[in-house]
């Protein structure tokens, strides 16, 4: 084979390994997208006709479920970036006895299975109960100080990717000119970090609202988030509104991130 003939052969395969990952990507959206359309009780094939009514149902069946993901979802944003990014610049800008120890065990949940987790934090809960009485287990506080454990290192981890390419120098340049640390804080350093801050809190929300490894085992009846509910309504139902929600919910997902991006930027962290 001659060196033309191989250079031709190796760009052919690239592009036939390119198209077979974007098939691997986008067919299944594409279907969920085709189903979740279908004017049936029952998912058959081919459909009878199509509709849109299915997405009109999502708020009626899982709004109850949607609010409380929301919530925690929210609140364990918030948290997670109260604590990680403190974190993320420590990491960042200190050198100081335990610094790698300290940062393995913020980035630690990411290595570890959510189902493992979840019954962790269960087991640890019931624990608590049994000697002090404090009421945890099936409580909404429980679910928040666990979505924070699992959101908290995607925090950490894109702070300390803002920081990476940010040239300390501008810091040491503003505190020479008189600018105390906290006014470095404000006006240098946090400017700089805002597209990783503004990307860990997007995903730190994805990760919190889709989980559902850490909720099987920490919900309770009344208190139940939209991973799990959909689950739920899966064991007694087999009809396109749980398309309509998968549907749904990644077109607000590409909204935000295309919105975002627009205003700051997120592929210079990602």
Not at 8 to 31: E, K, M, S
Not at 183 to 211: K, Q
Request: charged content about 10%; glycine content about 8%.
């Amino acid at each position: 084979m001659t060196e033309r003939a191989a250079d031709w052969a190796g760009r052919a395969t690239n592009r036939l390994l390119l198209l077979l990952a974007c098939l691997a990507i986008f067919l299944p959206l594409v279907l969920t997208l085709y189903l979740s359309v279908f004017n049936e009780q029952m998912i058959v094939f081919p459909p009878h006709g199509y509709t849109l009514a299915w997405y009109g149902q999502i708020v009626g069946k899982f709004g109850g479920a949607i609010w409380t993901s929301l919530r925690i979802a929210l609140t364990a944003v918030a948290l997670s970036l109260f604590i990680g990014v403190p974190a993320g610049i420590g990491l960042s800008r200190y050198r100081f006895t335990g610094r790698d120890a300290l940062g393995t065990f913020l980035l630690s949940p990411l290595t570890i299975p959510g189902i493992a987790i979840g019954l962790a934090i269960y087991v640890l809960a019931v624990w608590i109960e049994e000697r002090t009485g404090i009421e945890l287990a099936g409580s909404i506080r429980l679910l928040i100080m666990a979505h924070v454990l699992i959101t908290m290192p995607w925090v950490v981890r894109l702070c300390l990717a803002s920081l990476t390419n940010h040239e300390r120098t501008t810091e040491e340049a503003a505190a020479s000119l008189g600018a105390n640390p906290l006014m470095v804080l404000l006006r240098v350093t946090l400017p700089a970090m805002r597209p990783g801050i503004v990307a860990a809190a997007l995903f730190a929300f994805i990760v919190s609202f889709e989980n559902l490894e850490l909720n099987l085992f920490l919900v309770a009846p009344g208190l139940t988030t939209l991973p799990v509910a959909v689950l739920q309504y899966l064991q007694y139902h087999i009809d396109p509104l749980v398309a309509a929600v998968a549907v749904a919910q990644m077109v607000v997902v590409g909204a935000a991130l295309l919105l975002l991006d627009r205003f700051v930027r997120l592929g210079q962290v990602l």
